[in-house]
Every structure is written in C-alpha cells, then in structure tokens.
C-alpha cells in the first residue's frame, strides 16, 4: 500500500518499537508530527532541543531500547548536537529525526535550510562525528536499504546515535509501505565469545588478590549476577568504574566501592597495595578511573580484559589476557571452569584488614562541610534501595558517599560530561520507568542550564525530583583555580535565583535543606514519588573535595 514517507516515518518508529519522541516542532518536520495523531507514539514538547536530545538518551540508558528525538531544519537541528554527541559517547541508540528544506530549493536560500548546498550549512557535516549513521533523504527508492542501515546502526554491536534529515517535499511523497519489509532487526545477544576462556581462569587460579575492576559494560550486558557470583563464591573483591555503581552492592564486604579520583580512595589503595590480578569486565579505565592513567595501579600485577568492543582491548593498558565477547557469558564460562575443578575461594585476609583502614580524601573539616550530601545520599540509598532513578551530574559527591545496592539505579553524568543534562534525561528516563522515584541531581550552574524542562515535565504531569545544590558557585572551577591558579578566582561565582519563588512559579513543590532535620523531614514527609519537588540543598562555597585534577 502507497503511504506517505511521514506516515511511513512513524511506522518505523512503532517497529522499533518507540512509545515516545521527544522535540519540538518547526515547519520543516509537521507533516510528521501531523501523522502522530494516528499512532500509538506520544510526543513529549520540549523547551530546547538539546533537551529533547538528552530525554532520548535516558529513556535509551534506562530501557536498554531505541528511542527518538524529532526537530526542525536548521536551529532545531543544530540544538540537538550536544545531546546527540552525548548519546555517541554514551554509545546510546537515539534515533534524531530533522526536516530540510525542500530539495527542489536546496542552494538557494531556503529559510533555515541546512542542506550544505550553495553556502547554507550542512546537517549532515555537523552530525557526521557524533552518529554511527546519518542521511539527507532525497529520494525514496532507497528508503527501505536507508531505513535498514539506520537500524543496524541503533541496534547493531556497537549502537550509538542515528540522523535521519528528510526534506519537506520528500515526507509529502509516497512510497510502498513495503520497504519496511527490508529492515532487518539484529539481536543483541546474538554477540558471542570469540576467544577461548581457559587463559582468563588460568590466571584466576594462579592470584592470590585477584580484583575484579567491573565497568558500564557489565550492566550493558546484563552480567551482574554472573559477576556477582564469580565474586562471591571465590571470594574476589569488586570494585567498578563510576557508571558500574552498584554492579556488585555497595557496603557489602566483597566490594571495594569505586574506582576513580573523585572517589574516597579505598579501592585504589587495595589495587595499589594488595591486588595481583585485575580482571577488567567492560570498564574503559578513562582518565578518571584510571587515576590519570597511573601505571602503579599495573606495577606488579596481571591484567585481564573482556570487552564487547574490540577497540577497547589494550586502548589503555596492555592486557595480558584479552577476550572480545559478551561479558556475561564470558563470566559465566569462567565460573563454570573454575568450580568444575573446585578451586578454593582466594583468602580473604588482606581484605579484611583493608577493609578497617580510615578514609584519606578528605580531612574531617572537610567531611564536615559536605555532611548534608553525606546524609542525603544515605537517606536517599534508605528511603529507596530497590528502584529509585538516580541521574547525577555533580558525581562528587556520590561517589564517596551514596551506597549503590545492586538493584538500583546510578546514571552519572558521562559520555562528554555536559552540564545540563540530568533533568531531561531523568525527564526522559521516567517516561520509561513510569513507577521509579526519580532523582536530577545537579549544581546550580548546570541546573541554569536546564531548569526550563522543569516545565515539561509539568506540562505532561512527569513527577520528578530535582535536587539543586546550591552554593553560588561552579565548585569544580573554584577548586581548579584553588589549586592550580593561586587563588586567583574569575568567573565561578555568581547570583542564584530564589529557588522558592522559582518552585512557585513553576508549580512544583520547594524544599529546602539546611539541616539533618531538614532532610529527616524531606524524607519522611514529602512525596517523592508521585509529585515535583525542586530540593534545595545548601552548601558552603568554599569547601570542596580535594580530588586530583589533570589541569
Ligand atoms: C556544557 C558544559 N559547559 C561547561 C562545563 C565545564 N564545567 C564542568 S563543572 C562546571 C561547574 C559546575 O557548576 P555547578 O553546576 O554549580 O556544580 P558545582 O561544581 O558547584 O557542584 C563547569 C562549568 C561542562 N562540563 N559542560
Ligand atoms: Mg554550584
């Protein structure tokens, strides 16, 4: 049957299974917002387009599922890029779908045309970098082979980021809606193993300290639970990178918590001190994790590294053993090896006397001045510990001070590290896990930046928790220009709204929190569950936690 390339848009998103697109409209693109109207796909409006791009990728992050963003030609198009580029870091299947500008006009000055022709700029160029595939759809004879390159591209074994930019007149032509036909929908699980795991168990046998270093990769691959069995029945330690919070679950005795500068540093003294094998599960050793690339976390040690991605293996540190597979059924093989020929579970001596030694971060002047975030995280794991959404964009503080328990949910702030991000992800995110408590954390710089999808999510009744902290600076350039610039102070500090009248104006309800009993009382009273809360959370401008910085 002939429909129209709006029509067949929206269907293709409906096989891929989309319920949400998130974006705004522009006249470039009506023709398919106008065929929403007939289709089990709801459109979320949004403020900035960049939200709309940071929504998809935290409905993507936490449904482990496509999902879709839609703007206009030109500035639509262009709003969208920090998003997307986050959502290519994050390695996230976000669909974008653009109008253009006729084809008939394209070189001729179209208003907002952003087809490269004739001096206009160029969508495709701006989005080569941060998609795994993008196309200007001129035609439609090749839509069917496009629309199944896009999704190999979102779903294949390494998904990030799609673009499809469709001119106006080509969304008003029709096609055969047969050509859905030729989309060819891959299996993640079909990725096995390549590489035999017999070398990976020998060196497991052979340690007396092994650690097991789990990163993003494990929860992409769904092995928890077979890595929390390796762990426990062996008695490995764990530790994880930032985004692996949780993996194994935090304040148990086989973990070591997190890996990484902004961390309390307990981990990184086991390895350093103890550790004669890291086992590497999908965790990328960035610069953070890797202490700035520290080659003591290796001096002396074995290193072994699974990865679903081939171009992982050995980008950081030279493995002695690598495994490009599935992480899951590499674990699962492993442990089937090593309790086949019963090998005794490692001592677990020296992790016990690790486990007694006193924090060295931070001094206890400093503890002192961020006990607030000390008690919310802990009031936060408490009130919460099964299925709470947590986004995070200051990450600081989580990271020494919110216990992750395996079964709930840490989404940090990574990919490109962009301020702004946390509410409409978790705005996104929650569109998703329609009954998760859902948690934006964020500085008062970065909530600047997004405040404005507050809105939507009241426009569309999306409870939500934004926690704002507030302490009328960017603390991460006050420290840097602290330590590294002399005290000399440029442009941190700044005035903050009144959260209160702001909360008002929004119509959502303020909290504010400069004390134990104010938080005993937030959670204790407030629903924070079913309702919009912007949380204020008070703290001392001077005071930061005094983590290594590169620069
Ligand atoms: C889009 C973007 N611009 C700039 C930065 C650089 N940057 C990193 S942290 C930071 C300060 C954040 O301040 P705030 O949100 O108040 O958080 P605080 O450090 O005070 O907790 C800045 C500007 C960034 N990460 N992202
Ligand atoms: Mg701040």
Same mark, same amino acid.
């Given at each position: 049957?002939?429909?129209?390339? +709006?029509?067949?848009?929206?269907? !293709? ?16 693109? &009506?023709?398919? !917002?106008?065929? #929403? ?53 994050? =390695? ?27 001096? $206009? ?14 196309? #200007?759809?001129? =035609?439609? @004879? /090749? ?6 390159? $896009? ?25 055969? @809606? ?68 949780? %993996? ?19 981990? /990184? ?11 590497? &599960? ?7 994790? +890797? !202490? ?23 980008? %950081? ?20 090896? &090593? ?8 001592? =677990?001596?020296?992790? @016990? ?34 299925? $709470? ?8 503080? $989580?990271? +020494?001070?919110? @216990? ?31 009954? +998760? ?47 590294? !610039?002399?005290?000399? /102070? ?17 119509? %959502? ?9 104010? &938080? ?32």
């Amino acid at each position: 049957m002939n429909i129209p390339v +709006s029509e067949l848009i929206v269907r !293709y998103l409906e096989r891929l299974g989309i319920d949400t697109i998130f974006g705004m409209p522009g006249a470039h693109v &009506l023709p398919i !917002y106008d065929c #929403l109207h007939d289709s089990q796909v709801k459109s979320v409006l949004v403020k900035h387009e960049q939200g709309a791009a940071f929504m998809a990728g935290g409905y993507a992050r936490v449904s482990h599922r496509p999902s879709a963003c839609i703007a206009t030609a030109g500035p639509g198009a262009t709003n969208l890029i920090t998003g997307i580029a986050n959502a290519y870091a994050e =390695r996230l299947p976000v669909l974008a779908i653009t109008g253009e500008t006729s084809t008939y006009i394209f070189g001729r000055g179209g208003l907002q045309e952003s087809s490269g022709e004739g001096g $206009a700029i160029d969508q495709g160029a701006l989005f080569a970098s941060i998609t795994r595939y993008h196309k #200007l759809i001129e =035609r439609t @004879d /090749y839509l069917g082979q496009v629309l199944n390159q $896009a999704t190999q591209a979102l779903l294949g074994r390494e998904p990030g980021p799609v673009l499809l930019s469709i001119p106006y007149n080509v969304q008003k032509e029709t096609v055969d @809606d047969g050509v859905l036909e030729q989309i060819h929908f891959p299996s993640p699980s079909a990725i096995r193993h390549t590489t035999p795991t017999d070398e990976l168990a020998e060196l497991i046998r052979a340690a007396h300290t092994p650690v097991i270093v789990a990163g993003h990769g494990c929860i992409q691959a769904g092995a928890r639970d077979a890595v929390a069995a390796l762990s426990a029945s062996f008695n490995i330690p764990v530790t994880t990178s930032l985004k692996a919070k949780g %993996v194994v679950a935090e304040g148990t005795p086989l973990s070591l918590g997190c890996l990484g500068v902004t961390s309390n540093g307990d981990a /990184y003294r086991y390895l350093v001190d103890h550790a004669d094998l890291l086992i590497v &599960l999908g965790a990328g050793f960035n610069e953070r994790t +890797s !202490y700035l690339w520290d080659a003591k976390l290796l001096t002396g040690k074995k290193l072994a590294q699974v990865d679903r991605d081939a171009a992982q293996l050995g980008r %950081v540190f030279q493995p002695d053993v690598a495994i490009c597979g599935d992480i899951r059924a590499v674990v699962e093989d492993v442990f089937a090896a &090593l309790q086949a020929d019963g090998m005794p579970p490692k001592s =677990r001596e020296r992790l @016990d006397g690790h486990q007694a030694t006193a924090p060295q971060n931070d001094s206890e002047s400093l503890t002192g001045a961020f006990r607030l975030m000390q008690d919310f995280y802990s009031g936060l794991a408490q009130r919460f510990p099964h299925n $709470a959404l947590v986004f995070d964009d200051n990450i600081v503080f $989580a990271q +020494s001070y919110f @216990d992750v328990s395996d079964r709930n949910h840490y989404f940090p702030n990574s990919g490109i590290s962009s301020l702004g991000h946390a509410i409409p992800a978790a705005i996104g995110a929650r569109c998703f896990a329609k009954d +998760s408590p859902t948690f934006a954390i964020l500085g008062d710089g970065g909530f600047q930046m997004c405040c404005m999808e507050m809105m939507t999510a009241v426009n569309y009744g999306i409870p939500l928790n934004v926690v704002v902290i507030n302490n009328g600076t960017m603390s991460l350039i006050r420290k840097n220009q602290f330590q590294l !610039y002399g005290e000399r /102070y440029i442009d941190c500090d700044f005035v903050n709204p009144d959260f209160a009248l702001l909360a008002q104006s929004f119509g %959502v309800k303020h909290h504010r929190i400069e004390t134990r009993d104010d &938080l005993d009382v937030l959670f204790d009273r407030a629903d924070l569950t079913g309702a919009i809360n912007l949380i204020e959370i008070l703290l001392d401008k001077h005071a930061f936690p005094r983590y290594l910085s590169a620069r």
